[in-house]
């Protein structure tokens, strides 16, 4: 029982350490490069376009190297190793730009070092994903290191988004960076030493890249399970980026109360974890997670009308209850599409459809990329040395109105598939 409980605390903790760079670099991207440094939201949105592609082409690529590699110290543990050092600088590097770049000089120095980063995040949390269906088997243990994983996330994004507009305001950009970077890295590689895969042989079927491909392409419910999770990563990664903007423009608020604005949001989700993971061992999954998705969709609303600091914080700390739902559940869906995939093929290949639904999510930047061009076609937000005539109508859209028609979206796909389980051995019953 003690070994059990080390080892969900060790591969749990593990996202608390990939959390906090890929926070820290999509929350405060814009809110540095635009509002900061004067790159305009069209040359963002550019550079949000191009790492979508560029990520969704090297998804499918990493998970299936890291599915064929065979190693004495497993598939996953080499690819966290090597990777987690070259995130932690690339994270240091876009938030230490040089002095003196000129405007497409600082354009391009912000694309290289957003995709490197990205990519990077990509190649950590692919093999952090992958490992997951495998240390564990059954609903109840998923549920239970879900729960703490999802959990130990919210902790981090209190420290990497709630704390850190004070943190900059202290220490600057490029320390900041240094300081949870190297706290990310330390705890990734903490996890990836002390969680220990199933032995694979050499002689264990690889799985091959093209059969692998058709087989997801004809898959209904990866379809349907990914590009609901690009719906709402699309939502989530708005409100993220908008709240930086909403809290100056919108409510005119400082660091201080940015942060317990973040932290009340963030707060809720942790205590709202462990309510959704209870209701998912009480009930049949899917339909949480829809509740969830339903939820978090509704949210958004109230949000919109929120003109103080206060009624902002009430609304949301509902966003935060939604939220957390989803984040419970989605990777219980994930991990049903892993199992069944593994009972009809016989063969193991989590990272690569860990990956390809990475690709799937990746896919949100399409729409964030549309919806950072709209900052300057419908409210003359160009840059933060250019806010335009309605800088604060331009965050609340950003923070609400676009991530609710996503939500609504995602949730309309959600049922465009059962999802029920496919037993993998007489312990499990149909449900």
């Avoid at 059962?418 to 312990?427: G, Q, S, T, V, W």
Wanted: glycine share 8%; proline share 3%.
């Amino acid at each position: 029982m003690k070994s059990d409980k080390l080892k969900t605390f060790n591969y749990s903790v593990g996202m608390f350490g990939t959390s906090i760079p890929i926070n820290l670099l999509k929350t405060f991207a814009f809110a540095y490069y635009v509002d900061t440094l004067g790159v305009t939201t069209a040359q963002w949105a550019s550079i949000m376009l191009i790492y979508t592609f560029i990520d969704a082409a090297d998804n499918l690529i990493y998970g299936f190297l890291s599915d064929r590699t065979r190693t004495k110290w497993g598939r996953r543990r080499p690819w966290l190793v090597i990777g987690t050092p070259l995130l932690v600088l690339s994270l240091i590097l876009f938030y230490s730009t040089p002095a003196g770049l000129d405007a497409n000089a600082l354009y391009i120095y912000a694309m290289l070092f957003y995709i490197l980063a990205g990519t990077l995040d990509s190649v950590i949390n692919a093999n952090y994903g992958a490992l997951f269906p495998e240390l564990f088997t059954t609903d109840a243990t998923r549920a239970k290191a879900n729960a703490l994983r999802q959990a130990f996330q919210l902790v981090a994004m209190i420290i990497s988004i709630a704390l850190t507009p004070m943190v900059v305001d202290a220490l600057g950009w490029s320390t900041t960076a240094i300081v949870y970077g190297l706290l990310g890295g330390a705890v990734i590689l903490y996890m990836a030493l002390t969680s220990h895969e199933k032995p694979v042989t050499e002689e264990e079927k690889k799985p091959q890249l093209w059969d692998s491909v058709k087989t997801l392409l004809t898959n209904k419910k990866f379809w349907v399970a990914g590009i609901t999770n690009a719906f709402y990563s699309a939502g989530m990664s708005l409100v993220m980026a908008g709240l930086p903007i909403y809290a100056k423009y919108t409510l005119g608020i400082g660091s201080g109360q940015q942060s317990l604005l973040f932290g009340g949001v963030l707060l809720v989700a942790i205590g709202s974890v462990a309510v959704w993971a209870n209701w998912v061992k009480k009930y049949e999954l899917v339909k949480i997670w829809r509740f969830a998705i339903g939820a978090l969709a509704l949210a958004y609303i109230p949000l919109y009308f929120a003109n103080s600091f206060y009624v902002a914080l009430a609304c949301a700390m509902l966003v935060g209850f939604g939220f957390a739902g989803v984040i419970t559940t989605m990777d219980l869906i994930h991990s049903r599409i892993m199992d069944e995939d593994q009972a009809k093929h016989n063969v193991r290949r989590e990272g690569i459809i860990s990956n390809a639904l990475g690709f799937m999510n990746r896919l949100n930047g399409l729409f964030t990329s549309a919806a950072y061009a709209l900052l300057g076609v419908l409210f003359g937000y160009i840059s933060g040395e250019v806010p335009g005539p309605q800088p604060g109508t331009a965050a609340r859209f950003l923070l609400t109105v676009f991530p609710l028609v996503m939500m609504v979206f995602s949730l309309c796909f959600s049922f465009l598939s059962d999802f029920k389980r496919i037993p993998l051995d007489a312990r499990e019953e149909e449900e």
